[in-house]
């Protein structure tokens, strides 16, 4: 694992096994074998590393040792949470002389569209991971573009096919270069970085099936279906395009189940994942609404199915429940209650 991915595991895995947590990469090694044989494997191996001048060499002391260290690194992917809301994950194969290579170049594309990508790979055979970090809540499209010019740009709305904004970079209250320059007196910009700035005359609040596109001169269209709560045509429109994958054997593949299953969160206020993303991990989430009745966000809290107890899941369901109507109170929000005459 690289550095970001060694890191969030560190600090989410459900078994720290003390690691140093500024590490840049960590390498796991397995040693089987003829008994015999196996301390002469151990010592080549240790002298190859420190030859290579690697930061510290470990060996497993005991079995219970052995095992945990394997238990961290197999949280890998489930501790991207800690760092990222959403990920995708990309499957290769590679020559495993090529590997530093590749790497190189990974990073290389991480710095120059400015996406975070962390690795988890089993370098032994070849197979690399890369996973591409991103946050599918924020108004960015899938790369940035670093050879535009910003300062003469124009940028569009439209709301269902109508135009609600339109309007030059140069006509902004405060420029661009005034923007970066004030900033930077403040805090040290790094590749990557974005900026999120206001949003000119002609914003308005939109519902569930809007359809909102923003159209950038010189670099396209960003096209998205607006989903909220309570909208199960437009949920059924997203199953109809992509279907309902399998990931587990616990996921939920059947339509009329899924449905049946948001009628379900409706009614509790709260989402369960019980292994149906991630063999291993559990998960409890709750909808944050703003004081328009749309759900605008969602806080969760994940764990390893042997801590994520059913006792435990169902007091972090009351908890969370609680935790998301204060925070939904803090934007506004004000739930309706019926009244019997």
């Known amino acids: 694992m690289n550095k970001p991915a060694k890191s969030s595991t560190l600090r989410a895995a459900a078994f720290p096994v003390g690691h140093p947590k500024d590490i840049a990469a960590l390498l796991l090694i397995e040693v089987d074998g003829i008994f015999a044989g196996i301390d002469e494997q151990i010592d080549d191996i240790l002298t190859i590393c420190r030859r290579h001048h690697v930061r510290e060499v470990k060996v497993a002391q005991s079995e219970e040792e052995r095992a945990r260290w394997w238990a961290n690194r197999k949280t890998g992917f489930g501790a991207m949470g800690a760092i990222s809301p959403d990920y995708l994950v990309q499957d290769g194969v590679i020559p ?23 690795n988890i790979f089993h370098s032994g055979d070849g197979n690399l991971h890369p996973l591409v970090l991103f946050d599918a809540s924020k108004p960015l499209g899938p790369v940035i573009e670093t050879e535009l010019d910003p300062l003469s740009v124009s ?30 007196h403040v805090m040290t910009l790094q590749p990557g970085d974005v900026i999120l700035t206001g ?27 607006f989903v909220a709560a309570k909208a199960p045509a437009v949920a059924a429109e997203i199953i109809d395009r992509k279907g309902l994958p399998r990931h587990t054997d616990w996921t939920i593949t059947d339509r009329e189940a899924f449905f049946r299953e948001l009628d379900t969160i409706r009614q509790n206020g709260y989402a369960l994942d019980l292994e149906e993303n991630e063999y291993g ?6 909808p944050i609404f703003d004081y328009t009745g749309s759900v605008v966000a969602a806080v969760s809290v994940f764990g390893p199915t042997i801590r994520m107890t059913d006792d435990r899941i169902m007091r972090l369901a009351a908890r969370m429940r609680q935790i998301g109507k204060e925070l939904s109170a803090r934007l506004g929000h004000r739930p309706i209650h019926s009244v019997q005459p």
């Open 96 to 118: 495993r002389s090529r590997l530093p290579e590749v790497l190189n170049e990974i990073a290389n594309i991480s710095r120059k569209y400015g996406l975070l990508i962390v």
């Open 155 to 184: 940028v569009k709305a439209r709301v269902n096919g109508v135009e609600k904004q339109n309007s030059p970079t140069e006509l902004m209250i405060i420029s661009i270069s005034k923007m970066i320059s004030y900033l930077s």
């Open 199 to 225: 949003s000119p005359v002609g914003a308005e609040l939109v519902g569930p099936g809007t359809v909102i596109e923003c159209e950038v001169d010189g670099i396209g269209t960003l096209r998205n279906t």
């Open 281 to 286: 991990i559990r998960c409890v989430a709750v």
